[in-house]
């Protein structure tokens, strides 16, 4: 059985599109909420029936859900190794709901629903984790949408919640409004002013973290950060969504900044940098993930500072998603090895550059 | 420059942060901003559990035989996984929960959204027809349809 990605009306990846505000700096914004169905244990306590009855006890509530209607559900339990990765290279389920993550093999019950712009993973860490995925920088509208869904679901589903503590969560740094709100942001710009360092201790100062573009323990890769908020307790979603709000608009000025200065005092010699990412991604033909990643972020800044004119943010994005292994052995319809994976990706880079490359430069 | 929490150790830690629109600067010594919860090094962001797990790793209580009534979870699972079991281990290791709370957020108390659970006949008429839902559906995928339509009955009358 493989997983049919056209069920999903915009394959589940409709961020993809840049038409979010800053978009050129800011990729995505995600809003995720933890919650756990009371009566059961929390799922890596569960056993199997446990598990199963909570997917089903959701799955009833979920038919009657307003923002769910068209959801399409997934069993993670029952799709192959490569329908699941493919799943989450489009960031729409966690790598241990996915059953990849070697510490904690796929479990029975594991499911996802996926509507537009919102997602709900059963028997993920805790019971649920509901999520709101929107372009750009947008945090107030993907509260709006997370905040209905978990209120509508709320009322059909009974959550664990305690008075003192919150909405509870197996993990203690999830407790209380069990809210990360994560912001995906492209700062080449400080990176190269070598301004980064400073820009990432004044955001744990401020109870910010990042991370990778994988969430929780991934590497930084391509410039890419998810910054997020540190701690759930004892602020509401409110005020931690408007920390954020505040630290991150604050990030994105100071990004562009860095890109004018960059622009300004080293103008050649960053237009060269970036015209051989460009030129690398567009004749290479073999290219790891990493080198893909580090390329793409210097087109990327190229098409922010307007050097690049024919290439569409979207086709950016596009390519980070799609050029993924899973992704390409999926394109290619067979597994890959890994120089095949890097040999098809630099082909995959190669014909949707060639594509857009009318007018470039 | 004296630390503005203890004044006796010299600051190191310069603390900028902004309430209601106003501007605060705090200097702190390396040990009260570390009791504030103030991380002073940037290279990789620790995991706030961390710390407190090797802490408590390292002494073993009276408490650790206590089990968890209703998944039978124990402190020492706890500090082995950093994960509770359910949601009554909230009440079964209150104190120590309090204290650990305290130490990740800074906090032990939700400001947030509060919440009530929906009414419990509401609940268990939906557990049931999510449960017949699911056996109709594996009746029709082993073609058992007189169960099948069995089941259906029963699902329109609870609806």
């Given at each position: 059985m493989t997983v049919d990605l056209s069920l999903l009306p915009d394959g589940?990846?409709?961020?993809?599109?840049?038409?979010?505000?800053?978009s050129d700096i800011v990729l995505s914004t995600r809003i995720r909420l933890a919650r756990n169905v009371e009566g059961y244990a929390f799922t890596r306590r569960a056993r199997d029936g446990e598990r199963l009855r909570v997917l089903s006890q959701v799955r009833e509530a979920v038919s009657s859900v307003s923002s769910l209607q068209q959801a399409v559900m997934y069993r993670l339990d029952e799709l192959p190794p490569t329908a699941r990765a493919l799943l989450h290279e489009r960031h729409l389920v966690s790598k241990e709901l996915a059953g990849l993550d070697s510490q904690h093999p796929l479990r029975s019950g594991a499911a996802v629903f996926l509507a537009d712009g919102l997602g709900v993973m059963v028997n993920e860490e805790d019971h649920l984790r509901l999520q709101a995925l929107r372009s750009g920088f947008s945090l107030q509208e993907a509260f709006a949408a997370i905040d209905k869904l978990d209120r509508d679901l709320g009322s059909r589903v009974p959550y664990s919640f305690?008075?003192?503590?919150g909405f509870l969560t197996a993990?203690?740094?999830?407790?209380?409004?069990g809210m990360r709100g994560s912001v995906l942001i492209h700062l080449p710009g400080l990176v190269l002013t070598k301004e980064i360092g400073k820009v990432l201790a004044s955001l744990q100062q401020m109870g910010l973290t990042y991370r990778g573009?994988?969430?929780?323990?991934?590497e930084v890769v391509g410039n890419f950060f998810q910054i997020s908020n540190q701690t759930t307790l004892g602020r509401s979603e409110e005020e931690l969504l408007d920390q954020l709000l505040r630290v991150v608009g604050h990030v994105v000025e100071r990004e562009a900044e860095a890109r004018r200065v960059l622009l300004r005092d080293a103008g050649y010699i960053i237009e060269d940098k970036l015209w051989r990412a460009y030129g690398t991604l567009r004749y290479a033909r073999s290219l790891t993930f990493d080198e893909a990643m580090n390329y793409l972020s210097g087109v990327r800044l190229a098409v922010g500072l307007k050097?690049?004119?024919?290439?569409?943010v979207y086709t950016l994005n596009k390519l980070l998603i799609f050029s993924q292994a899973a992704h390409l052995a999926y394109a290619e319809g067979r597994g890959l090895t890994e120089s095949e994976t890097n040999l098809s990706r630099a082909r995959y880079v190669r014909k949707a550059l060639e594509e857009e490359a009318g007018s470039v430069g | 420059m004296l630390c503005d929490s203890c004044r006796e150790r010299d600051a190191v830690v310069h603390l900028t942060t902004i309430e209601d629109n106003a501007v605060h600067q705090l200097h702190l010594c390396e040990r009260c901003a570390a009791d504030r919860g103030?991380?002073?090094?940037?290279?990789t962001p620790k995991h706030p559990l961390g710390e407190f797990l090797t802490a408590h790793q390292q002494t073993t209580s009276?408490?650790?035989?206590?089990?968890?009534?209703?998944?039978?979870?124990t402190m020492a699972d706890f500090r082995a996984t950093?994960?509770?079991?359910?949601?009554?281990c909230y009440t079964n290791f209150e104190a120590g929960i309090r204290e650990l709370l305290r130490r990740v957020?800074?906090?032990?108390?939700h400001v947030g959204r509060s919440y009530r659970p929906p009414m419990s006949e509401t609940l268990e008429r939906a557990a049931v027809l999510g449960e017949l839902k699911d056996r109709l559906r594996r009746a029709v995928e082993s073609e058992q349809f007189e169960l099948a339509a069995d089941l259906r009955d029963r699902i329109r009358v609870l609806e």
């Amino acid at each position: 059985m493989t997983v049919d990605l056209s069920l999903l009306p915009d394959g589940g990846v409709g961020w993809l599109d840049a038409s979010g505000p800053h978009s050129d700096i800011v990729l995505s914004t995600r809003i995720r909420l933890a919650r756990n169905v009371e009566g059961y244990a929390f799922t890596r306590r569960a056993r199997d029936g446990e598990r199963l009855r909570v997917l089903s006890q959701v799955r009833e509530a979920v038919s009657s859900v307003s923002s769910l209607q068209q959801a399409v559900m997934y069993r993670l339990d029952e799709l192959p190794p490569t329908a699941r990765a493919l799943l989450h290279e489009r960031h729409l389920v966690s790598k241990e709901l996915a059953g990849l993550d070697s510490q904690h093999p796929l479990r029975s019950g594991a499911a996802v629903f996926l509507a537009d712009g919102l997602g709900v993973m059963v028997n993920e860490e805790d019971h649920l984790r509901l999520q709101a995925l929107r372009s750009g920088f947008s945090l107030q509208e993907a509260f709006a949408a997370i905040d209905k869904l978990d209120r509508d679901l709320g009322s059909r589903v009974p959550y664990s919640f305690h008075n003192e503590f919150g909405f509870l969560t197996a993990c203690p740094t999830n407790v209380g409004t069990g809210m990360r709100g994560s912001v995906l942001i492209h700062l080449p710009g400080l990176v190269l002013t070598k301004e980064i360092g400073k820009v990432l201790a004044s955001l744990q100062q401020m109870g910010l973290t990042y991370r990778g573009l994988y969430g929780e323990g991934s590497e930084v890769v391509g410039n890419f950060f998810q910054i997020s908020n540190q701690t759930t307790l004892g602020r509401s979603e409110e005020e931690l969504l408007d920390q954020l709000l505040r630290v991150v608009g604050h990030v994105v000025e100071r990004e562009a900044e860095a890109r004018r200065v960059l622009l300004r005092d080293a103008g050649y010699i960053i237009e060269d940098k970036l015209w051989r990412a460009y030129g690398t991604l567009r004749y290479a033909r073999s290219l790891t993930f990493d080198e893909a990643m580090n390329y793409l972020s210097g087109v990327r800044l190229a098409v922010g500072l307007k050097l690049i004119s024919s290439l569409s943010v979207y086709t950016l994005n596009k390519l980070l998603i799609f050029s993924q292994a899973a992704h390409l052995a999926y394109a290619e319809g067979r597994g890959l090895t890994e120089s095949e994976t890097n040999l098809s990706r630099a082909r995959y880079v190669r014909k949707a550059l060639e594509e857009e490359a009318g007018s470039v430069g | 420059m004296l630390c503005d929490s203890c004044r006796e150790r010299d600051a190191v830690v310069h603390l900028t942060t902004i309430e209601d629109n106003a501007v605060h600067q705090l200097h702190l010594c390396e040990r009260c901003a570390a009791d504030r919860g103030v991380e002073t090094t940037v290279a990789t962001p620790k995991h706030p559990l961390g710390e407190f797990l090797t802490a408590h790793q390292q002494t073993t209580s009276v408490s650790d035989g206590v089990r968890c009534t209703f998944c039978n979870t124990t402190m020492a699972d706890f500090r082995a996984t950093g994960l509770w079991g359910c949601a009554r281990c909230y009440t079964n290791f209150e104190a120590g929960i309090r204290e650990l709370l305290r130490r990740v957020h800074g906090n032990h108390r939700h400001v947030g959204r509060s919440y009530r659970p929906p009414m419990s006949e509401t609940l268990e008429r939906a557990a049931v027809l999510g449960e017949l839902k699911d056996r109709l559906r594996r009746a029709v995928e082993s073609e058992q349809f007189e169960l099948a339509a069995d089941l259906r009955d029963r699902i329109r009358v609870l609806e």
